[in-house]
């Protein structure tokens, strides 16, 4: 079966520090994509990345970088220097084919607070 | 492009109400899903369909009936509704064949539904 785990529920750092969401999943298919969703308090979702499992080269984007390690199953988002703009939950999501059936599923989201 | 339209986007219900949510994209994804988030559980998937004809069953479809008659439209019934509905609904599209955006699921802006 799927699954997505994000351990920490409720993050809180003052801004400018580093900091790095966990993402761990499980999967038995051997084509998967993993994803990370930001939801700001005005609620709407925002697509961030998208990785297939063959492609485990890490991805910098701006502040945002992903680290995905196949061998420990997990897809940890780090934002470097946070500012108080990225204050929100972020997602972290497992697609693929399963039994046959294509499956999109999400953890249960960490919730970001930056402090000014 | 409108992408994901949800309609309405906030209702009130009585218990034993029904009423149906409404979703419809026009990318022509192929992928269409109902998701309900509720604190601390993330998003949920309810029900999804992978063309039109096709509908599954998510991680909570009790309560909820889905069809999808064309590829633009995946409506959501709930027949009898009781408080444990009260959330916060959103619909999603993805592409699962092929292009740019492929896997990537755009969401709607979401539906506030509170049964009393």
């Known amino acids: 079966a799927q699954k997505v785990t994000q351990a920490q529920t409720e993050i809180s750092v003052v801004e400018k520090e580093d900091v790095t969401l966990d993402c761990v999943y499980e999967?038995?298919?051997?084509?998967?994509?993993l994803f990370w969703y930001k939801q700001p308090p005005s609620g709407e979702l925002v697509f961030l990345i998208r990785?297939?499992?063959?492609?485990?080269q890490n991805e910098i984007s701006g502040r945002y970088s992903w680290n995905f390690q196949k061998s420990t199953s997990s897809f940890n988002f780090t934002i470097t220097a946070s500012q108080v703009v990225d204050s929100a939950v972020y997602f972290c999501?497992?697609?693929?084919?399963?039994?046959?059936?294509?499956?999109?599923?999400f953890g249960t989201g960490t919730r970001l607070k930056v402090l000014a | 492009n409108a992408g994901v339209t949800q309609t309405p986007k906030f209702q009130v219900l009585k218990t034993g109400q029904s009423m149906t949510l409404q979703c419809a994209q026009d990318?022509?994804?192929?992928?269409m899903s109902w998701y309900r988030q509720d604190p601390g559980m993330g998003l949920r998937l309810i029900h999804y369909?992978?063309?039109?004809?096709?509908?599954d069953q998510g991680e909570v479809p009790n309560g909820y009936n889905v069809s999808r008659s064309t590829t633009e439209d995946f409506p959501l019934r709930l027949l009898s509704a009781a408080p444990s509905q009260t959330s916060v609904y959103f619909c999603?599209?993805?592409?699962?064949?092929?292009?740019?955006?492929?896997?990537?699921?755009?969401f709607g802006p979401g539906t506030r539904l509170t049964v009393l």
């Open positions: 999603a599209s993805s592409s699962i064949s092929s292009g740019r955006n492929y896997n990537e699921q755009f």
């Open positions: 999967t038995r298919d051997t084509t998967y994509y």
């Open positions: 990785r297939n499992s063959f492609d485990e």
């Open positions: 999501a497992l697609s693929g084919y399963t039994s046959g059936t294509y499956k999109y599923i």
């Open positions: 990318m022509n994804h192929e992928y």
């Open positions: 369909s992978v063309g039109a004809g096709i509908t």
